[in-house]
């Protein structure tokens, strides 16, 4: 990214730790799901804040990300993208940050802080080498081994007593 001047060893040593991580949260997901939701936590509210400060900073710099991004995501970029960055980029940091929240969560919040942060990652994906492509694709896995984790753990609700009842009068 030109704007912030950071060098090409630099962005190639984050894209790669990127997407070692994004391998490393798909394996930890299901065997270790307590340290797979801190790293999400902690991405997501990094993100969240990094994605405020730059967009009440110095919003004009989401447009270096029309540099690889798809030829669609590219024209809206460009396009009517830059009458709105600033507020849109806060929106998309406060869900950045709900989702972060999720993390600490258990049941149907996690679930649903999953979900968001699936369709976050799937949808950022097409921006290219500047969104670290396919990182985001990969946590996108991550999260969803995460909630389908989080749904075989989630208690079973427990039967009203006239079902109970029911059931022991007919066995």
């Given amino acids: 990214m030109e704007t912030f001047g ?18 490393t949260l ?17 991405i997501f509210i990094a993100a969240a804040s990094v994605n405020t400060y730059i967009a009440l ?6 447009q270096d990300y029309a540099d690889t991004a798809v030829p669609l ?6 396009g009517a993208f830059e009458a709105i960055i600033t507020p849109m980029v806060l ?16 049941g149907k919040p996690l679930i649903a802080g999953c979900w968001a942060g699936m369709i976050f990652g799937i949808s950022i994906a097409p921006l290219g080498f500047y969104a670290a ?3 985001t694709i990969l946590m996108a896995v991550a999260l969803f081994r995460l909630q389908r984790n989080e749904n075989a ?10 079902a109970r009842i029911v059931t022991f009068a007919l066995k």
Avoid: E
């Fill in 6 to 23: 950071i060098s090409s060893f630099t962005f190639w040593s984050a894209y790669i730790a990127s997407n070692l991580v994004a391998i």
């Fill in 26 to 42: 798909i394996w930890s997901s299901s065997k270790y799901p307590r340290y797979t939701k801190a790293a999400f936590f902690a």
């Fill in 57 to 62: 900073d110095s919003p004009w710099a989401y």
């Fill in 73 to 78: 995501y590219k024209q809206f970029i460009l």
């Fill in 91 to 106: 929106i998309i940091a406060f869900a950045q940050m709900m989702i972060a929240v999720s993390m600490l969560l258990k």
């Fill in 133 to 135: 492509f396919p990182s």
């Fill in 153 to 162: 753990t989630a208690p079973s609700t427990k039967s009203s007593k006239a």
